[in-house]
């Protein structure tokens, strides 16, 4: 907005006013006396840029977004832990359960034993914060000493860690709060406070899908996969506990009967054939091909919360597929055996299946 506003645009303000019977050449008293103010007031041009940038959402950054989206009552979600699943065996390789608190490391994080599953399978919460607590899997190391223990295995991921939530999706959210008023238990409430809680990473409703007075809500993990057992159960028990349905003992209003389900994965199998590079192998080609896939089905599964279905696109798949070095062209793409684009269920993600080149 002030890009014209330099410090020599300034300076030839400043020396216009001044008249021209006087020495205002560069060197002159005048001249240097001005210099130091007039960088001073290009400076603070550009400041006022900054601010009106910081003053505005659709520009402002970091904290700056913070206090202008907590005048909606819209506030950035924190990080949270990973709660992993692990399974104990002793000495003599039965299953054995280690005391609460207990502490474990791998993969460079350390875990604490939260909650009992079932004998020698435990709810471990990651001590380090964000999705990188749901990256490792193998072996535990205990850090506290454990009578007779013998092994630890850390598997599956129950409820996914969450970075700090990113500008981006915080402004969408700011501005989503004025076209989508959340109230009394309306869509954009369930999506507000379902999406809210830890491990979601994407809300669907669906109106009286048993009849009246019943909601169905569809949830994706926020690590964009189908989310465990575990998830679906914390989400119930928070938004309408089971055995206490309608009565409003969760988050849902009093005679909403809400059940809460996951997203349902779709294998998708491709193939097509490929025309290399002189030197280039598709067994060299697979794993970045495969990659480039799997991004392109990560930026769906984001998008669907959004969208009422999802569609698998050949032309997507293939301008991937020649963005790869050493691929030059590509041709007759299927997709689960059919020519033609895949569309998905309402309640469905796409999950990679096989990838073939025909020619390999």
């Given at each position: ?7 020599e645009?300034?300076?030839e303000?400043?020396?216009?006013r001044?008249?021209d ?9 005048i ?5 130091p ?7 603070l041009?550009?400041?006022l840029?900054?601010i009106?940038d910081?003053?505005f ?7 700056d977004?913070d ?7 819209v506030v950035?979600?924190p ?9 104990f065996?002793?000495?003599?390789g039965?299953a054995i ?8 490391s791998g ?5 604490t034993?939260?909650?009992k599953?079932e004998?020698?399978?435990w ?7 964000g999705s ?14 454990v ?8 598997g599956?991921?129950l409820?996914?860690g969450?970075?700090?939530e ?9 501005f989503?709060s004025?076209w ?5 238990g309306?869509?954009a ?10 491990g979601?990473?994407?809300?669907k409703?669906a109106?009286?899908?048993s009849g ?6 569809t949830?994706v993990a926020s690590?964009?996969?189908?989310p465990?057992?575990?998830l679906?159960?914390m989400?119930?028990?928070a938004?309408d506990?089971?055995g ?5 003992a969760?988050?849902a209003?009093i005679?909403h009967?809400v059940?809460?389900?996951?997203v349902?994965?779709?294998?998708v199998?491709i ?8 030197g ?13 896939i ?6 769906l599964t ?9 569609t698998?696109?050949?032309?997507q798949i293939?301008t ?8 030059l062209?590509v041709?007759g ?9 895949l569309?998905?269920m309402?309640?469905?993600?796409p999950?990679?299946?096989?990838v ?5």
């Amino acid at each position: 907005m002030y890009e014209d506003q330099t410090y020599e645009a300034i300076m030839e303000r400043c020396l216009s006013r001044v008249p021209d019977t006087m020495d205002k050449r560069e060197g002159s008293i005048i001249y240097d006396a001005l210099g130091p103010a007039c960088a001073e007031v290009a400076g603070l041009y550009v400041e006022l840029s900054n601010i009106l940038d910081r003053a505005f959402p659709d520009t402002a950054i970091g904290t700056d977004l913070d206090r202008k989206a907590a005048e909606r009552s819209v506030v950035r979600q924190p990080a949270t832990g990973a709660i992993r699943k692990a399974t104990f065996t002793g000495t003599s390789g039965a299953a054995i359960d280690v005391p609460v608190g207990t502490r474990f490391s791998g993969g460079g994080i350390n875990y604490t034993a939260t909650e009992k599953m079932e004998t020698g399978a435990w709810k471990m919460t990651a001590e380090t914060v964000g999705s990188v607590g749901n990256t490792y899997f193998g072996l535990l190391f205990p850090i506290d000493y454990v009578e007779g223990l013998a092994g630890a295995q850390l598997g599956d991921v129950l409820i996914p860690g969450d970075d700090q939530e990113d500008d981006e999706s915080l402004r969408k959210r700011y501005f989503n709060s004025f076209w989508a008023q959340a109230f009394a238990g309306n869509p954009a409430a369930y999506r507000e406070f379902v999406g809210a809680l830890d491990g979601v990473g994407g809300v669907k409703v669906a109106r009286a899908p048993s009849g009246g007075g019943t909601v169905g809500v569809t949830i994706v993990a926020s690590d964009w996969a189908v989310p465990s057992t575990a998830l679906i159960d914390m989400v119930q028990a928070a938004v309408d506990p089971v055995g206490n349905q309608g009565a409003g003992a969760g988050l849902a209003p009093i005679d909403h009967v809400v059940t809460v389900a996951g997203v349902v994965s779709r294998s998708v199998g491709i193939a097509f054939t490929l025309t290399l590079e002189d030197g280039v192998t598709w067994a060299g080609v697979k794993p970045t091909a495969e990659a480039a896939i799997q991004d392109y089905f990560d930026e769906l599964t984001r998008s669907w919360a959004d969208s009422v279905t999802l569609t698998v696109r050949i032309s997507q798949i293939e301008t991937r597929i020649l963005s790869i070095p050493g691929v030059l062209d590509v041709e007759g793409t299927i997709l689960n055996g059919a020519a033609t684009n895949l569309q998905l269920m309402g309640t469905e993600i796409p999950v990679l299946g096989s990838v073939a080149n025909g020619t390999a």
